[in-house]
């Protein structure tokens, strides 16, 4: 009886407060003690779309996230701060810190996923004092950039791989190249309706040898074009100039979404993820640097399905 009477009296007592709340006009002080505070990513936000490591001092990263800006941790992850808030684009593709001068970061926006809520980008970043401040260099029509690398003997010098619109035909989508630092673009692969360039790889011993990835893909509210004749494996011997479609033991059907990756031992063996009728594919090695391939599995990104992932990794220990 008295654990009842003491709930009771809890419960009038909450209805007693809450008429003084009502009776009370809200002012400044009312909801002093409810402030917004960050509850960490989560859906959307969460998925990480990239990372680069400081090449002299390891305690330092720069990563992007698909749907939360770019992240600066300078003690191995222990604390982060975000460092591109105040631009124009929240949805980042990819991260890269100049071999030449690791105070020079490019960010690529646009995630480079095929799902129905990625969001889009406005074109390529670069900051010069470590991700202090930023400026825009172009390619504001590409909406998703997938790969950056910069030339390892030449900052000026930049190769970018644009997937282009998820929704709609166009944009700036394939392979493109700076020779003066960002200021001006050239593309010299990929098409101006669907073919974007979704991964490049460059030879470590010579870096006039470029592998590139291209994909056909196309996204409405009902269906996802996740592939086409334009998807395939290209190889460049003069810097991105000009390019050489690769065919010999690669599958005859449409290809999908391709993840690229040479191995550090061996500059003549490189590894192809490919999807390949969508949740079908696998992965393909090339030992004489793509004259010809050969399958080694069934291997498949799973889960929601390759249009996601298939970024494609070779160990620098074995």
């Known amino acids: 009886m008295k654990h009842r009477l003491r709930i009771y009296s809890a419960i ?3 209805f007693v407060f ?12 009312t909801f002093k003690g409810l402030e917004f505070r960050s509850l960490g990513p989560a859906l ?14 390891e305690s330092v990263w720069y990563v992007a996230v698909g749907s939360g800006g770019v992240w600066k941790t300078i003690n191995n992850g222990t ?17 890269t810190i100049d071999p030449n001068n690791p105070s020079t970061i490019w960010v690529g926006t646009g995630e480079n996923v095929g799902g129905r809520h990625v969001g889009f980008g406005d074109g390529i970043y670069v900051s010069h004092d470590e ?14 950039l997938s790969k ?10 930049i190769m970018v791989a644009s997937q282009g619109p998820l929704w709609s035909k166009g944009g700036q989508r394939g392979f493109y190249k700076s020779t003066d630092g960002g200021k001006t673009w050239r593309k010299t692969l990929g098409n101006n309706e669907w073919t974007g360039v979704t991964d490049i790889a460059m030879d470590p011993t010579n870096p006039d040898v470029i592998y590139a990835a291209t994909w056909d893909r196309h996204r409405t509210v009902a269906a996802l074009m996740g592939g086409g004749p334009g998807s395939g494996l290209h190889k460049s011997t003069d810097g991105g100039e000009t390019w050489t479609k ?15 990756a040479l191995s550090p031992f ?16 696998g992965v393909y090695i090339s030992k004489n640097g793509g004259a010809s391939w050969t399958k080694q599995s069934d291997a498949v990104s799973g889960a929601t399905g390759p249009h996601y992932y298939q970024e494609l990794y070779a160990s620098p220990h074995h």
């Open 148 to 157: 950056i690398i910069v030339h390892p003997e030449n900052s000026n010098v």
């Open 246 to 260: 690769l065919s010999n033991g690669l599958p005859k059907s449409n290809m999908g979404k391709i993840g690229l």
């Open 79 to 95: 604390t982060w701060k975000p460092i591109f808030d105040k631009q124009a684009s929240y949805s980042i593709g990819c991260v």
């Open 131 to 144: 991700g202090k401040t930023w400026k825009n260099m172009g390619l504001k029509s590409s909406e998703h």
């Open 266 to 281: 061996n500059n003549e063996t490189l590894y192809a993820a490919i999807e390949l009728d969508r949740r079908k594919g």
């Open 12 to 14: 009038l007592s909450l």
């Open 18 to 29: 809450s008429l003084h709340l009502t009776a009370q006009k809200p002012d400044s002080t």
């Open 44 to 57: 959307t936000s969460g998925r990480i779309a990239d990372i680069a490591i400081h090449p002299k001092n």
